[in-house]
Nanobody, 124 residues
Framework: QVQLVESGGGLVQAGGSLRLSCVAS????????MGWFRQAPGKEREFVSA????????HYARSVKGRFTISRETTKNTVYLQMNSLKAEDAAVYYC?????????????????WGQGTQVTVSS
């Protein structure tokens, strides 16, 4: 059973930066597509970014493109989300997710493993 643990959330001012980390258990991390999703109060969980198992393919929601960067470090079983130029609209609980296939997906329903979430608060 794969377990994901996010960290790095916190309170930042608009325009600031934050780096989220997600550590995965298991021996097959290198076979998983990994993604980040977020959920703000009163809203549905939405796609933020994803990266294929090889790292060759990435995708970003239009709202974060150019500001966020997803990456993975296979030797550490870790995926990161570097968040720059944060806006008030970015405030949410951020969830790390894994998909038991190398192929990238933007659909949260195709992900098999989820972390507990980490809170990101942005003050304006």
């Amino acid at each position: 059973q794969v377990q994901l643990v996010e960290s790095g959330g916190g309170l930042v001012q608009a325009g600031g930066s934050l780096r989220l980390s997600c550590v995965a258990s298991g021996r097959t991390f290198s076979s998983y597509c990994m993604g980040w999703f977020r959920q703000a109060p009163g809203k549905e969980r939405e796609f933020v970014s994803a990266i294929s198992a090889s790292g060759a393919t990435t995708h970003y929601a239009r709202s974060v493109k150019g500001r966020f960067t997803i990456s993975r470090e296979t030797t550490k079983n870790t995926v990161y989300l570097q968040m720059n130029s944060l806006k008030a609209e970015d405030a949410a609980v951020y969830y790390c997710a894994g998909r038991n296939t190398p192929a990238i997906s933007l659909n949260l329903y195709t992900y098999d493993f989820w972390g507990q979430g980490t809170q990101v608060t942005v003050s304006s």
